[in-house]
């Protein structure tokens, strides 16, 4: 079952523009991260908050949590080219013995010169 | 670090037959997931595996897939008497496995398998 769902479902902008996507989730939980999917490959991991932390940046990257309203942004400044893709949210609730990641939906981003 | 590799790419067969996956996860990670994933949704997870010992497994997983991961190195994937809704990607993922939470997945480049 999907945990998480992203909004919006598909996201088109132009090169140069930020991009916001959203994830809300259904359970408490221990971290949030969000990965990268190009078409037809696996998934890369681009940043990881966990639930005690509010706001966290990697390079052009900016990820919110709010876990009082069970929600996540991510925000990608000055999109590029390369930058389209599928981006998913996936919240990691501790089961007692290891992790278990459970993916949203996912948003489609293409970003058009 | 050549990272986590999956074999084959991409998987064509008939309706009722065998198939066989396999990943090799990065060398030092203890932990092995599996992910199935559809068009257009996000990976759902199968199974996992802590070194050789299979911990979780979904309730995706009927009694037709089975996994192992002799020795705690490479995993294989098995789907009996396959049928068209088992058409999909399979998606194989590592991690270190020294932490018990906040770890991240290294994934591979996952098999796409098409059911005829």
């Known amino acids: 079952s999907q945990q998480g769902e992203e909004d919006p479902q598909a996201l088109s902008i132009q090169e140069g523009e930020n991009a916001t996507m959203n994830c809300s989730y259904k359970?408490?939980?221990?971290?949030l991260q969000w990965y990268r999917q190009n078409s037809g490959r696996g998934l890369v991991h681009l940043i990881l908050?966990?639930?005690?932390?509010r706001e966290k940046h990697s390079g052009r990257l900016r990820v919110t949590l709010d876990t009082s309203k069970k929600s996540s942004s991510l925000l990608i400044t000055a999109s590029r080219a390369a930058d389209t893709a599928s981006y998913f949210c996936?919240?990691?609730?501790?089961?007692?013995?290891?992790?278990?990641?459970?993916f949203g939906t996912g948003t489609r981003l293409q970003v058009t010169l | 670090d050549t990272g986590v590799s999956q074999d084959p790419r991409h998987k064509i067969t008939k309706r009722g037959q065998n198939v066989t996956f396999r990943c090799d996860p990065i060398?030092?990670?203890?932990?092995l997931y599996w992910y199935r994933q559809t068009l257009g949704q996000g990976p759902e997870f199968l199974t996992y595996?802590?070194?050789?010992?299979?911990?979780?497994k979904s309730r995706l997983l009927s009694d037709r897939f089975s996994a192992e991961r002799p020795k705690g190195s490479f995993s294989t994937l098995e789907i009996q008497r396959t049928e068209q809704g088992d058409s999909a990607m399979y998606l194989c993922?590592?991690?270190?496995?020294?932490?018990?939470?906040?770890?991240?997945?290294?994934f591979g480049s996952g098999t796409q398998l098409s059911v005829l």
């Open positions: 993922a590592s991690s270190t496995g020294q932490g018990a939470t906040n770890e991240k997945l290294f």
């Open positions: 359970t408490s939980i221990n971290n």
């Open positions: 908050i966990r639930s005690n932390e």
């Open positions: 996936a919240t990691d609730k501790f089961t007692g013995t290891a992790s278990k990641l459970t």
């Open positions: 060398s030092e990670h203890n932990r």
């Open positions: 595996f802590q070194n050789e010992a299979q911990l979780e």
